[in-house]
């Protein structure tokens, strides 16, 4: 039972665009979202979260954005940098903390 | 603070071995969770406790692990006996609690390859 999904295993994006990360739940109860960023050889971090009660969040140069009648989610990146490269998982903050399967972007210089 | 801290970092071992993984959780976190990164499956939840109970070990994939907290700053993740499907990087994190607005912290991962 995947409760969140991403299904995108990889995108590539080009230095200083915009990069959009997706993902779907299957249960409305879910009150709370959060993106995590993983480097290679590090524990993923938190990122940015959004509750069910907004349709938006921001921070800097990231921004969540929830769609409540299609259960899905995405993450924007705007301008894309080549930091940013690194593994992202999408999860429900329902407790406890439940995953999807990650999407790794790729940002080229 | 000192942050989640797992150990080994790297282990590498015989199938059939007995593998044994350590977390000190952030102290003053009341919850533990024990997750597995794999290519296939990504990043799933094996057990978490909460206040050195275990609450949900549904995730556990058999009865060759089990994980124990014997007090509020130290886990274990066993495998006994260990197969070479069970290679993955092995993540502990804690959370102040179980709230759903809780961020929680991870460690960087104890990397296991069974041969």
């Known amino acids: 039972d995947q409760q969140v999904k991403q299904n995108s295993p990889s995108l590539s994006v080009q230095e200083g665009r915009i990069s959009i990360l997706n993902c779907d739940y299957t249960?409305?109860?879910?009150?709370?979202f959060l993106w995590y960023k993983k480097y290679p050889a590090e524990g993923p971090t938190f990122l940015i979260s959004i509750s069910s009660i907004k349709d938006k969040n921001e921070d800097g140069r990231f921004t969540v954005f929830l769609n409540k009648s299609a259960k899905h989610l995405s993450l924007h990146i705007v301008p894309s940098q080549p930091g940013d490269s690194a593994v992202y998982f999408c999860g429900r903050g329902n407790t406890p903390l439940v995953f999807g399967k990650g999407t790794r972007l790729s940002v080229i210089a | 603070d000192a942050g989640v801290i797992q150990s080994p970092r790297h282990e590498v071992t015989e199938m059939g071995q007995e593998v044994t993984l350590r977390c000190k959780p952030i102290?003053?976190?009341?919850?533990l969770f024990w997750y597995r990164q794999t290519m296939m499956r990504g990043l799933e939840l094996l057990i978490y406790f909460n206040n050195n109970v275990p609450i949900d070990d549904s995730g556990m994939p058999e009865d060759r692990f089990s994980a124990k907290m014997p007090n509020a700053s130290f886990s274990t993740l066993k495998i006994q006996p260990s197969e070479p499907r069970d290679s993955a990087v092995y993540f502990c994190?804690?959370?102040?609690?179980?709230?759903?607005?809780?961020?929680?912290?991870f460690g960087e991962g104890s990397w296991l390859t069974v041969v």
């Open positions: 102290s003053g976190h009341n919850s």
């Open positions: 249960n409305s109860m879910f009150d709370y």
């Open positions: 994190a804690s959370s102040p609690g179980l709230n759903g607005g809780n961020t929680i912290y």
